[in-house]
């Protein structure tokens, strides 16, 4: 492979082609299958349904994914350091209660902007507690997270004894429901933001290629003096806050907070991440493959929908969905 | 002395291996290796890293094929197709790494994989008490009921040894057996050999040691480059005439011409001691331009050594010193600051990312050159790469994928990304390990280019051609402990392996 494409450039002007290859196949990297699973679906679903491509579908999916796509975002870093994290959808609901209890005017009543504030911390704070047992304590990811998943999930519960919080500002709840420019609500704005914000750190800062290198291996980021235990703690607390944000933004989509929400929510985030391209065993993966993968199942759940098929029905499709991504992609790389 | 076993053939029921060859791809690492073991003999087999000893063991225990040859066991063709069918006939081999499940019993791991039953149940009761009928055979009284993880390593060993014995073993093959015991063990380890061996059994012995091989062994067998260079009748042969035997090739290799080192001390170790006793006490200083050899046996501390004073492994006690300032020894990070960057032994699980691209792998560690401000542009990455790449005539570009480069040229990103900074203290841990020899004389090029730039060179290799050809001067380490540093006018083989095996 390497010998063709050297001869090709030596007979084409070496320098630009190659670049403008280089910087073409870096965009796509990874996602190129993934990218093209997801068109084959949308044209499917244009084919076999009349409602599939609207521009009022189209947005229907954006507003369903947020949730999934704003945790995703911190599940896709966890991932490319090589880690996992189980608790994030046990975080979502404790942060989401934790919001509830402090704003909520049949509790604490202190405002929103204290019960969000208090929300994002109590979430990073449970990343990094589960960033310290990997770090410190030396637990593999999977038994940290999982300990901290029952752990969340538990406190989730305490706060109200098991009961659901309802009832939120309209201006809370029209977060997720009034849309700007005609097409934008501020929840679908945000997780957009939050993609490109940190689709840019892991492509062009410092810090973000460090995380490559650590998921790659984290003996020779060490070697190179890459502080991997305290990069280590950020992923986690980072992975934690936007499992809380994404619990707030459930909450405004919801008018309400309950101690069960979120439930398996992990398993469709790590979907989502491992769809888009990236490698359980870390080192490989981007934000912009996450967003394909996490496209995916938002339009492949909204297209069964439209279908009519029965949601039992949807849960095989996913799985295989889930196995196909990843056989694929491990041909893919047998074949390289 | 004979060199044709053919002359030397009574017949017995011992071991004949006649003509064995065996290539990896192009690289033959066994060639026409015949020698015989008899009944109630031990033979020792001696040799540098890479002559071929665990090779030809190998095949022997079933773990290798040949490609040519045969060999005769008990007066019968013997070729075992697995490790399964070498302990079926009687042949077993201790491995330098024990092979033992540490979470199950002694007994149940001297009977693993044929577990005694008894009515369709696991028979413990049968099990524990022939397991400890044979560790009594070894003079051991260790419970068979003990989870192996709480035994010490001479103990696991023994275990490993009762094992071979209650699977009727006639032939022992062990790869270092000494290599993680101490005296008093070793002596117990002989005197069990000696007992068995009385019993009729013989032995394969390989090791470094040659003051043990004298005492243990009843014949010698000499191997270099794939090839027996040497059988001796008896085993109080002189350890020198041994010794150049084993690595008295002549060098063929090209090594750079040196440049003399200046008077600056760049890097001053004292009493640097591991919190595991993999090195105690180790004291010595480099000068700029200087290249010092690191040299010693498999397990004598050198890498651990050179780990800590890169940061990448803690100590126990005493100092190092860059250029006069101490070094606060908490990690690599604070080391490379100081100007120490290390080149490790374990090229693609400690020095490359094999997932990523010559460049990525180049910026990795030079953040804060490529992306001052914290921001890494691409075009940024590929200046910086095709500088590291053309200053070491890497045959790459930066975006191509480092797994695709040859050993040699990977080596050589590892140099090309801290050449940069630039560092004080160069450090590198087996530089030429798994390099076509061809592609070693590069290599070599470039440290001695480091040295003349005026940076203090640290090189261990257990390749000894390696450690006197590129040294001003040579460290030599055994079990832990600093035995001299050689001037490069007084080392040579045989006064380092001298020192390595004392």
């Known amino acids: 492979m390497a010998v063709s494409n050297g001869a090709s450039e030596l007979k084409a002007g070496p320098n630009t082609q190659a670049a403008a290859g280089a910087k073409l196949s870096a965009l796509f990297a990874g996602t190129m299958g993934p990218l093209i699973g997801l068109m084959l679906l949308c044209l499917a679903l244009s084919l076999t349904t009349d409602t599939f491509l609207t521009v009022r579908n189209i947005l229907n999916v954006l507003d369903q994914v947020t949730v999934l796509g704003i945790m995703a975002i911190g599940m896709t870093l966890v991932i490319l350091i090589g880690g996992i994290d189980l608790s994030v959808g046990s975080v979502l609901a404790l942060a989401a209660m934790v919001m509830g209890f402090v704003a909520h005017p049949d509790h604490l009543d202190l405002g929103m902007p204290a019960g969000i504030v208090t929300a994002l911390v109590v979430a990073g704070l449970c990343g990094l507690v589960s960033g310290l047992l990997v770090t410190v304590t030396k637990l593999p990811p999977f038994i940290a997270t999982l300990a901290m998943m029952s752990v969340a999930r538990g406190l989730a519960n305490m706060i109200t004894d098991g009961s659901q919080i309802i009832g939120f500002p309209d201006w809370f709840t029209s977060l997720s429901i009034i849309r700007h420019f005609g097409f934008l609500s501020v929840t679908v704005g945000l997780m957009i933001v939050l993609a490109i914000i940190f689709a840019t750190f892991l492509n062009y800062r410092a810090t973000g290629r460090s995380l490559y290198a650590i998921g790659g291996s984290a003996e020779v980021a060490r070697l190179s003096g890459i502080p991997v235990k305290s990069l280590t703690n950020w992923v986690y607390a980072i992975c934690g806050v936007l499992a809380g944000l994404a619990g707030i933004v459930l909450a405004a989509r919801l008018d309400s907070v309950q101690p069960s929400s979120g439930f398996g929510y992990e398993l469709d985030t790590i979907a989502a991440v491992v769809i888009g391209g990236a490698s359980l065993s870390g080192g490989v993966g981007s934000i912009g493959g996450t967003a394909i993968g996490v496209l995916i199942i938002g339009v492949l759940r909204n297209g069964l929908n439209l279908l009519g098929v029965s949601p039992f029905i949807q849960q095989v499709v996913i799985g295989v969905v889930i196995a196909l991504a990843v056989a694929t992609d491990t041909w893919r790389r047998r074949a390289q | ?502």
């Not at chain 2, 004949?16 to 690289?27: A, D, I, M, R």
């Not at chain 2, 071929?52 to 007066?75: F, L």
């Not at chain 2, 004073?309 to 010193?321: F, L, M, N, Q, T």
């Open chain 2, 1 to 502: 002395m004979s060199l044709d076993p053919s002359h030397t053939h009574t017949p017995h029921l011992g071991l004949f291996v006649s003509g064995l060859c065996k290539s990896y791809g192009p690289v033959q690492v066994l060639a026409d290796a015949s020698f015989e073991v008899r009944p109630g003999e031990v033979v020792a087999l001696l040799g540098e890293n890479g002559a071929g000893k665990s090779t030809v063991s190998n095949i022997i225990a079933g773990s290798t094929k040949s490609d040519a040859g045969s060999i005769t066991w008990r007066g019968k063709p013997y070729s075992p197709a697995s490790p399964a069918a070498a302990i079926d006939a009687g042949v077993g081999m201790i491995h330098q790494e024990l092979k033992l499940l540490p979470d199950l019993s002694v007994a149940e791991n001297v009977y693993v994989g044929r577990l005694l039953m008894r009515g369709g149940r696991i028979d413990r009761a049968a099990m524990n008490s022939r397991a400890s009928a044979q560790l009594k055979r070894l003079g051991l009284d260790v419970s068979p009921e003990r989870k192996v993880r709480t035994l010490r390593i001479a103990a696991q060993q023994q275990v490993e040894i009762a094992k071979a014995l209650t699977l009727n073993a006639e032939l022992l093959i062990f790869d270092e057996p000494t290599a993680a015991l101490g005296s008093e063990e070793t002596e117990l380890l002989f005197k069990q050999i000696r007992k068995l061996k009385a019993e009729g059994m013989s032995f394969i012995y390989i090791s470094h040691r040659l003051d043990e091989v004298a005492a243990i062994a009843d014949r010698v067998v000499v191997m270099r480059d794939g090839r027996i260079v040497a059988r001796h009748e008896r085993a109080d042969v002189p350890v020198r005439a041994i010794v150049e035997q084993m690595v008295g090739r002549s060098v063929e290799r090209m090594f750079p011409p040196l440049s003399e080192p200046g008077s600056e001390t760049l890097l001053e170790v004292e009493n640097l001691s591991s919190p595991e006793r993999s090195f105690q006490n180790v004291s010595f200083s480099v000068r700029t331009g200087e290249i010092l050899g690191i040299a010693g046996l498999i397990g004598a501390g050198r890498t651990e050594l050179v780990r800590a004073i890169a940061g990448a492994d803690p100590i126990s006690s005493g100092s190092v010193r860059v250029a006069g300032k101490p070094v606060h020894l908490n990690g690599p990070a604070a080391a490379i600051k100081a100007g120490v960057v290390l080149v490790p032994e374990d090229r693609k699980a400690q020095g490359v990312v094999l997932d990523q691209t010559i460049g990525e792998n180049l910026a990795i560690g030079n953040f804060d050159h490529v992306a001052p401000n914290g921001w890494v542009f691409p075009k940024a990455v590929q200046k910086f790469a095709e500088a590291g790449i053309g200053r070491l005539g890497v045959k790459g570009r930066p975006n191509q994928a480092i797994s695709k480069l040859s050993g040699g040229n990977q080596q050589k990103v590892i140099i090309a990304k801290w050449i940069s900074r630039p560092p004080k203290v160069f450090i590198l841990d087996e530089p030429t390990r798994g390099i076509d020899v061809g592609a070693r004389a590069a290599i070599y090029d470039v440290i001695a280019d480091l040295a003349r730039s005026g940076m203090a060179v640290v090189v261990v290799s257990s390749d000894l051609e390696e450690v006197l050809g590129l040294s001003h001067r040579v460290l030599v380490l055994s079990r832990g402990r600093q035995r001299g540093i050689l001037d490069r006018s007084e080392a040579s083989n045989v006064a380092v392996m001298e020192l390595a095996t004392s």
